[in-house]
């Protein structure tokens, strides 16, 4: 059997979750949830209970919780969203390390003459709070510090972060997807004014997540149509998914502890059989990371070689590059943290779930102590 771990990438649908969402994907309830009739009211209440769960999840207050379809448009529409309701092109700050869902929109601004800069990390990938001086410059229109990376697990100090613009009234924005369901998520205490979340990241459907939006925010929808959603995100909503947004969403705050301490077990069961293959390396091994997350590299093995490999023996992990044209990139996480390109190249990256034992992470380490001992060393970098 598959040896899933894979889990920063997605989850498996929690069972229980797929039975709270089964009504509404295969009756007895359906509607549109901006219906007046009965169907309608049913499927509205389903929305604002769900509402109540994400907002509990996160310690924010149900009106502030946008509903969209996941990470990916969450962080288009704090970037575009701020941008648009902004006088013209002003600045940007965001960390060297957010995703490529933060980070292209931004870069999308910056053709159109934002000033767009980073906020540098040290080598351990933790933002250097003392890097920025919010006195020096104009006033960004947004900042972005993720909660948690996607590659490496690092913690960011966000509510640090948050402290040293509040003064100006900037606004801060937080991508919490990777962390929510296995580190504490806190909007009203990290005084951030949005955050985006993801579904799929914690045993939840794919294609729903929401931007936490407080009430002082000022955006502009992206999209045109109906008053759903605040104004802010009009169509009519995903009822079945928001719905398992919002049960995994619970469940993964009630048992965030344990599923925490199983991951972490797993984290360092893996770590220490990995420190004892030669050319191992920890990425962001000295921060605090998500219990979950392990990037590392085998000198002289290539990333997506090792990937593979784990592939063909029944293993699923991801690799930390991206192909650009062809041609593998270094991880732009890795880059900002100072790890040379060729190093960078090696990055493999494992996520696991609370569902993970220990036996998988025995077999992960008797594959890849194959792999260093036979064929990555001739490989070549694709
Ligand atoms: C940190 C982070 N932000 C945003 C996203 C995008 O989320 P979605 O897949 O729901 O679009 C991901 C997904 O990998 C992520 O890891």
């Known amino acids: 059997m598959t040896v899933y771990l894979d889990n920063n990438a997605s989850t498996v649908l929690d069972e229980r979750v797929l039975e709270a969402m089964r009504p509404y994907l295969a009756g007895p309830l359906w509607g549109n949830a901006s219906s007046l009739h009965r169907h309608g009211r049913v499927m509205r209440s389903a929305v604002e209970r769900a509402r109540e769960q994400v907002a509990r999840a996160v310690n924010a207050h ?19 969203g701020v941008a648009a309701a902004a006088p013209g092109p002003g600045r940007l700050l965001i960390s060297a390390v957010e995703h490529a869902s933060l980070r292209e929109p931004a870069h999308a601004l910056a053709r159109r003459g934002w000033r767009v800069e980073e906020w540098p990390v040290d080598g351990e990938g933790r933002l250097r709070l003392d890097a920025v001086d919010p006195a020096c410059g104009p006033a960004p229109a ?17 509510a640090e972060a948050a402290a040293l613009w509040r003064p100006l009234g900037v606004p801060v924005h937080c991508d919490a997807a990777q962390a929510l369901g296995k580190v504490p998520v806190d909007f009203g205490g990290w005084g951030v004014q949005l955050m985006t979340l993801s ?14 939006v407080s009430q002082g925010a000022v955006l502009r929808p992206l999209l045109y149509g109906g008053r759903h959603e605040r104004g802010l995100r009009p169509g009519t909503e995903n009822v079945a998914g928001i719905v398992g947004f919002g049960a995994a969403a ?12 199983r991951m972490a077990a797993l984290r360092e069961r893996f770590e220490a059989g990995l420190r004892r293959l030669p050319g191992a390396v920890i990425f962001g091994d000295g921060a605090e990371r ?18 593979l490999q784990l592939d063909r023996a029944g293993i699923a992990v ?23 390109p060729e190093l960078a190249l090696t ?4 996520s696991f779930s ?26 070549t970098p694709a």
């Open 318 to 340: 991801s690799s930390g590059s991206a192909c650009h044209s062809g041609v593998n990139q270094p991880s732009h996480v890795l880059l900002a943290m100072g790890v040379a």
């Open 62 to 80: 149900p009106d502030q919780v946008i509903f969209t379809s996941g990470g990916t448009e969450s962080n288009n529409l704090a970037v575009l």
């Open 142 to 158: 947004l900042v972005s510090v993720m909660a948690a990376n996607n590659e490496n697990g690092v913690l960011q100090p966000v």
């Open 354 to 379: 609370p569902r993970n034992r220990a036996e998988d992470v025995d077999r992960l380490l008797a594959a890849l102590a194959e792999i260093t001992a036979t064929r990555c060393a001739q490989e």
């Open 250 to 261: 619970e469940l993964a705050v009630a048992e965030l502890a344990e599923r925490a301490a």
């Open 199 to 212: 579904a799929h990241k914690l045993h939840g459907p794919q294609g729903v997540g929401a931007l936490v």
């Open 290 to 307: 998500l219990p979950n997350t392990v990037q590392f590299g085998l000198r002289g093995c290539h990333g997506e070689t090792v990937l």
């Open 347 to 350: 990055a493999v990256r494992v």
